[in-house]
């Protein structure tokens, strides 16, 4: 049907382990709102698994498992980038998984609510080998949370209640029975509970998490919440310009409060909705869904009592405008065929997509008038590079603006090989180049005999090599200048071992704290080290081992639910053994944790107390049913030679399916998130507001890269990029280079 469809292609083999895997976000495919007739082609690309994880599952003390009473668990295999597979297995039975040499995160559930899968370490999995996780043995839930959940006077039965441990992906849950009460089987650990109750209930929790410690075997009682009664229904419908409703139209309602942080939202079908709010003064907003031939015009003001009849009119507007445009190659002035790739535009809340066709390079949005950001990505295997960021097009109702998307050809190569410490070639490893003058990052691998070969357009580049062993530090990075047709080769890019230490003692500025802090490090060359240190009392002492004759930045991080305490110092390291004290300071506030709870049919929008945003369109998480997002500020995030000066703190973004198994695969289609910052924080941090920049941490380059897509308003202080996978996400940015003129008096 006409529309917005995204498309995907996976492996479905259940006995002999496919040897492929899709390694690209679904391709977007679009169909005009009309009556002819459309038929369009596409084509997928996979990419060769040449490497194998294998191990088995196991119950805890050696349990048997009965005839028919089976338990199943996931084992998901994936890196940040969304590549990876998954297999289900019983216990007792070996698995073996085919994909890609590269990182890997492990993540193993259990669909049994008596137990949780084990936390594992990241893996490396080199080419043409076969990495062995060994016995995995699952953890028995023999701990308890029990609480009530009430309206400030009685319990509330049917609330969904959610709880998290720090860095694990995987949510437990459980409902409130009819007396409120809740029992949340759980296993020894930290962890966060909160109730999240749908939309389609009338109550809204304006709270945080509440953090319980529990011993093996242990039952804590008495985590209760309250909820505010949201009990006005309020019932809107979307209508044209003259009055006529919409019957068609399906997208999220929002409405928030303009006295307080109080907000909710709700699905609309067939240009309807319900959401339940307590009595107050709202705006409300209608966000159709992305892909739709409609766009909401603008938000009213409302005020709702309990004699609330309704309905609230929201007037929304037919796409009348149209964006359109090629790749276009500006060095022969030509249109760039035979390339996939897809074009997003946003626009305050509103967005679309479409697909780039290979066929001819064209595209075509069907917008409503305004002031659009676009931006495009294309396959990263192709033989072209993007040159533009972010697009900014004015367009007027009926008006078809043509705009010309930049690319630049691969036209120059980069050869080389990577090394271990020991000298031995290194294969699998990801091989980076940055441009010296641009926001461009290229990737490949190093072959198995460790050469590799890397297609970039003419310029300068600093050319690296991540992953490896944890203990190893990255090679010295290379600037590296190739032009038009030419090939720079001989480059060797060897990791080392550490050959000194730097340690010191932690001390942080508020007294009584207790856990863990993030020690790191890095050298202008490119190294890189980071370790977790004990606190106790405010007090601890860190140390790492370094490459010798570097000057090392480091930097420490230490954080509650509330604040986060920092410190930034560097030490010139000579021959020997060098020492650093730290002292963190604070603290420094950060919101609570964000948990809602919502069906992937459905859009959704959330927004954080310090104005981050996210928007997901309809149908864009990779499952089907409810979704639980968990959106984690987190201050405890390392810094890099590129990434030296991250702003505040960042987010971890993590999500889970119906049955609390984490999400791990790429996006039907980019999620929009937009962060906020202020000038004053900017300026006491040392950071150069035109630098700045969103970044998301990859496992895979164990690093910090850059959005293909993302747009910095310096006026309205916002920060909005496109992605298609949840991970760890920052602001930051590099120092800017500083030239000094000389002054010149007549």
């Given at each position: 049907?006409?529309?917005?469809?995204?498309?995907?292609?996976?492996?479905?083999?259940?006995?002999?382990?496919?040897?492929?895997?899709f390694n690209k976000p679904p391709q977007l495919v679009y169909f005009k709102f009309d009556t002819s007739t459309e038929n369009k082609t596409q084509n997928f690309e996979v990419l060769s698994a040449d490497a194998s994880v294998?191990?088995?599952?196991?119950?805890?003390?050696?349990?048997?498992?009965?005839?028919?009473?089976?338990?199943?668990?996931?084992?998901?295999?994936?890196?940040?980038?969304?590549?990876?597979?998954?297999?289900?297995?019983?216990?007792?039975?070996?698995?073996?998984?085919?994909?890609?040499?590269?990182?890997?995160?492990v993540v193993v559930h259990s669909q049994n609510p008596q137990y949780l899968g084990p936390t594992i370490d990241p893996i490396f999995v080199e080419p043409n080998s076969t990495f062995d996780l060994g016995v995995i043995t699952?953890?028995?839930?023999?701990?308890?949370?029990?609480?009530?959940?009430?309206?400030?006077?009685?319990?509330?039965?049917?609330?969904?209640?959610?709880?998290?441990?720090?860095?694990?992906?995987?949510?437990?849950?459980?409902?409130?029975?009819?007396?409120?009460?809740?029992?949340?089987?759980?296993?020894?650990?930290?962890?966060?509970?909160?109730?999240?109750p749908k939309p389609s209930q009338s109550y809204i929790y304006m709270g945080g998490a509440t953090a319980v410690s529990l011993a093996a075997g242990e039952t804590v009682s008495n985590i209760d919440f309250a909820l505010t009664?949201?009990?006005?229904?309020?019932?809107?419908?979307?209508?044209?310009?003259?009055?006529?409703?919409?019957?068609?139209?399906?997208?999220?309602?929002?409405?928030?409060?303009?006295?307080?942080?109080?907000?909710?939202?709700?699905?609309?079908?067939?240009?309807?909705?319900?959401?339940?709010?307590?009595?107050?003064?709202?705006?409300?907003?209608?966000?159709?869904?992305?892909?739709?031939?409609?766009?909401?015009?603008?938000?009213?003001?409302?005020?709702?009592?309990?004699?609330?009849?309704?309905?609230?009119?929201?007037?929304?507007?037919?796409?009348?405008?149209?964006?359109?445009?090629?790749?276009?190659?500006?060095?022969?002035?030509?249109?760039?065929?035979?390339?996939?790739?897809?074009?997003?535009?946003?626009?305050?809340?509103?967005?679309?997509?479409?697909?780039?066709?290979?066929?001819?390079?064209?595209?075509?949005?069907?917008?409503?008038?305004?002031?659009?950001?676009?931006?495009?990505?294309?396959?990263?295997?192709?033989?072209?590079?993007?040159?533009?960021?972010?697009?900014?097009?004015?367009?007027?109702?009926?008006?078809?603006?043509?705009?010309?998307?930049?690319?630049?050809?691969?036209?120059?190569?980069?050869?080389?090989?990577?090394?271990?410490?020991?000298?031995?070639?290194?294969?699998?490893?990801?091989?980076?180049?940055?441009?010296?003058?641009?926001?461009?990052?290229?990737?490949?691998?190093?072959?198995?005999?460790?050469?590799?070969?890397?297609?970039?357009?003419?310029?300068?580049?600093?050319?690296?090599?991540?992953?490896?062993?944890?203990?190893?530090?990255?090679?010295?990075?290379?600037?590296?200048?190739?032009?038009?047709?030419?090939?720079?080769?001989?480059?060797?890019?060897?990791?080392?071992?550490?050959?000194?230490?730097?340690?010191?003692?932690?001390?942080?500025?508020?007294?009584?704290?207790?856990?863990?802090?993030?020690?790191?490090?890095?050298?202008?060359?490119?190294?890189?080290?980071?370790?977790?240190?004990?606190?106790?009392?405010?007090?601890?002492?860190?140390?790492?081992?370094?490459?010798?004759?570097?000057?090392?930045?480091?930097?420490?991080?230490?954080?509650?639910?509330?604040?986060?305490?920092?410190?930034?110092?560097?030490?010139?390291?000579?021959?020997?053994?060098?020492?650093?004290?730290?002292?963190?300071?604070?603290?420094?506030?950060?919101?609570?944790?964000?948990?809602?709870?919502?069906?992937?049919?459905?859009?959704?929008?959330?927004?954080?107390?310090?104005?981050?945003?996210?928007?997901?369109?309809?149908?864009?998480?990779?499952?089907?049913?409810?979704?639980?997002?968990?959106?984690?500020?987190?201050?405890?995030?390392?810094?890099?030679?590129?990434?030296?000066?991250?702003?505040?703190?960042?987010?971890?973004?993590?999500?889970?399916?119906?049955?609390?198994?984490?999400?791990?695969?790429?996006?039907?289609?980019?999620?929009?998130?937009?962060?906020?910052?202020?000038?004053?924080?900017?300026?006491?941090?040392?950071?150069?507001?035109?630098?700045?920049?969103?970044?998301?941490?990859?496992?895979?380059?164990?690093?910090?890269?850059?959005?293909?897509?993302?747009?910095?308003?310096?006026?309205?202080?916002?920060?909005?990029?496109?992605?298609?996978?949840?991970?760890?996400?920052?602001?930051?940015?590099?120092?800017?280079?500083?030239?000094?003129?000389?002054?010149?008096?007549?």
């Open positions: 049907s006409s529309g917005l469809w995204a498309m995907t292609v996976k492996p479905i083999s259940t006995t002999v382990p496919a040897d492929w895997v294998i191990g088995s599952v196991a119950l805890p003390g050696g349990t048997v498992i009965f005839p028919g009473d089976p338990i199943t668990v996931t084992v998901a295999i994936f890196n940040n980038e969304g590549i990876g597979r998954r297999v289900e297995v019983q216990p007792g039975e070996a698995f073996t998984i085919t994909l890609p040499s590269g990182g890997y995160k699952l953890v028995a839930k023999d701990a308890v949370i029990t609480g009530t959940v009430t309206d400030g006077t009685v319990g509330v039965a049917g609330i969904p209640v959610t709880a998290w441990r720090d860095g694990t992906p995987e949510i437990v849950h459980a409902t409130t029975a009819a007396d409120g009460s809740y029992v949340l089987p759980v296993v020894a650990g930290d962890w966060r509970v909160r109730p999240a009664t949201a009990g006005i229904a309020l019932n809107g419908v979307l209508v044209d310009e003259s009055g006529v409703p919409f019957t068609d139209v399906d997208g999220w309602a929002v409405a928030k409060s303009t006295t307080s942080p109080l907000h909710n939202g709700a699905p609309i079908k067939n240009g309807a909705f319900t959401m339940y709010l307590p009595a107050g003064t709202y705006k409300v907003a209608a966000h159709p869904a992305g892909g739709s031939r409609y766009m909401f015009s603008a938000e009213r003001e409302v005020t709702i009592t309990p004699s609330w009849t309704g309905p609230l009119t929201l007037t929304v507007k037919l796409e009348d405008a149209i964006i359109s445009g090629a790749l276009w190659n500006p060095r022969t002035e030509t249109v760039v065929t035979g390339v996939e790739g897809a074009v997003g535009a946003w626009m305050g809340n509103d967005w679309s997509a479409t697909r780039i066709d290979p066929g001819n390079g064209t595209y075509r949005l069907d917008v409503a008038a305004g002031v659009w950001h676009l931006g495009y990505r294309i396959d990263p295997t192709s033989n072209y590079l993007k040159l533009a960021r972010v697009i900014n097009v004015p367009v007027s109702s009926g008006q078809n603006k043509a705009v010309q998307l930049p690319v630049v050809e691969k036209d120059a190569a980069i050869t080389g090989t990577v090394l271990a410490p020991n000298g031995s070639p290194l294969g699998g490893a990801p091989v980076l180049a940055h441009g010296i003058n641009s926001d461009v990052t290229l990737h490949t691998r190093s072959a198995a005999d460790g050469s590799f070969r890397m297609a970039v357009p003419a310029g300068r580049y600093r050319l690296g090599a991540a992953g490896g062993d944890p203990g190893w530090i990255k090679p010295v990075e290379l600037d590296v200048a190739v032009a038009t047709g030419e090939t720079s080769g001989g480059h060797t890019l060897q990791f080392q071992l550490p050959d000194v230490t730097i340690s010191g003692a932690l001390s942080i500025s508020t007294a009584g704290l207790n856990g863990n802090a993030l020690v790191w490090a890095w050298s202008e060359d490119g190294g890189f080290v980071k370790g977790r240190f004990p606190i106790t009392n405010s007090a601890g002492s860190y140390s790492f081992g370094v490459i010798s004759n570097t000057l090392w930045h480091v930097g420490a991080a230490f954080e509650t639910d509330e604040s986060y305490w920092v410190a930034r110092d560097s030490v010139a390291v000579g021959g020997s053994n060098a020492t650093l004290d730290l002292a963190l300071t604070g603290p420094n506030p950060k919101p609570a944790p964000v948990v809602v709870t919502f069906d992937a049919a459905n859009p959704q929008r959330i927004e954080l107390s310090d104005g981050t945003r996210i928007y997901i369109p309809a149908g864009a998480m990779p499952v089907t049913g409810e979704v639980t997002l968990r959106v984690v500020p987190i201050a405890t995030l390392s810094q890099q030679r590129h990434a030296s000066n991250v702003y505040g703190y960042g987010y971890a973004f993590l999500a889970t399916d119906s049955t609390g198994q984490p999400i791990e695969s790429n996006f039907n289609q980019d999620v929009i998130i937009g962060f906020t910052y202020d000038d004053a924080e900017l300026v006491r941090q040392g950071i150069y507001e035109p630098r700045l920049k969103p970044a998301y941490y990859s496992t895979t380059d164990n690093s910090w890269t850059f959005p293909n897509s993302y747009a910095v308003d310096m006026v309205n202080n916002i920060v909005t990029m496109q992605i298609d996978h949840f991970t760890d996400f920052v602001l930051t940015a590099d120092p800017p280079l500083m030239v000094y003129l000389p002054l010149v008096m007549k």
